[in-house]
């Protein structure tokens, strides 16, 4: 099972940052009432449900995952917010060109081919929309082995951590311009202590749902590669504007 089906599973996502750094991502994306947004990689849906209750946007959440599309549009539908969530291939959306004036995702590109993934990005943006994303990049020097032993630990085609020039270089070939590229100095950015429960609590049960799928022979090997997510990688923010 890859780490996405099992992700599924669990119902559970979570992202690098936690939920201050999506909160930052949020506000620099400066959301206004009634703007057409979509979530790219939603998973289970809460980043969906926030920003259309804090902000008042329309969502369209899309996950590769059907039932994480499924929990996602069952979150929107209990709290009656206005949107709705579909599996999708980010690579190949179902939307026509210009449709939304903004767009974001949380740890979602490191595992899908790149340029092309942020083309296709802009193709669905309107002309000057804007898209964030939070994705992992080195905390020192790059670790190409890292990305390797982790991409087959996870069972997933691709898994590359970028240097944040190397994240700029690739939004900008793909027509996005990028306003903002901030490193966070750590996983667990301040946050009040309420978020950083809720952070801590998914945590816990992704820890345990891994622990049931993972025979325990493998629980140290796990155990060394998510220390190394935390040893050798930070999340960075970066907010962009399609060019023309
Ligand atoms: C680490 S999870 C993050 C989920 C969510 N953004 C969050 O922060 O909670 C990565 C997500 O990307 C989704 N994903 C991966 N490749 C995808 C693709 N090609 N198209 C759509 N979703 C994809 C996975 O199914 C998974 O839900």
Known sequence: ?????????????????????????LALLNLKPNELAIDLGCGSGRTLAYASEKFGVKVVGVDLVPSLASR??????????????????????????????????????????????????????????????????????????????TRQFLGVQRYEVLTVQEWVAMLESSGLGVEVAEKMQSHAPHSSFSKWLSDWWDLMRLGFGLAKQVPISKWGEGARKIANLFRYTVPAIFVTVKKN
């Open 1 to 25: 099972m890859s780490f996405f089906q099992w992700l599924g599973q669990v119902g559970v996502t979570l992202h690098p940052g936690g939920w201050g750094t999506t909160e930052k991502l």
């Open 72 to 149: 996602a549009l069952k979150r929107l539908k209990e709290k009656g917010l206005i949107g709705f969530a579909i599996a999708a291939d980010i690579m190949v959306l179902p939307f026509q060109s210009e449709t939304f004036h903004v767009a974001w995702a949380e740890s979602v590109f490191v595992f899908l081919p790149k340029p092309d993934a942020f083309s296709e990005v802009a193709r669905i943006l309107k002309p000057k929309g804007r898209f964030g994303m939070i994705e992992l990049t080195w905390r020192n020097e790059p670790r190409p082995e890292y990305c390797e032993q």
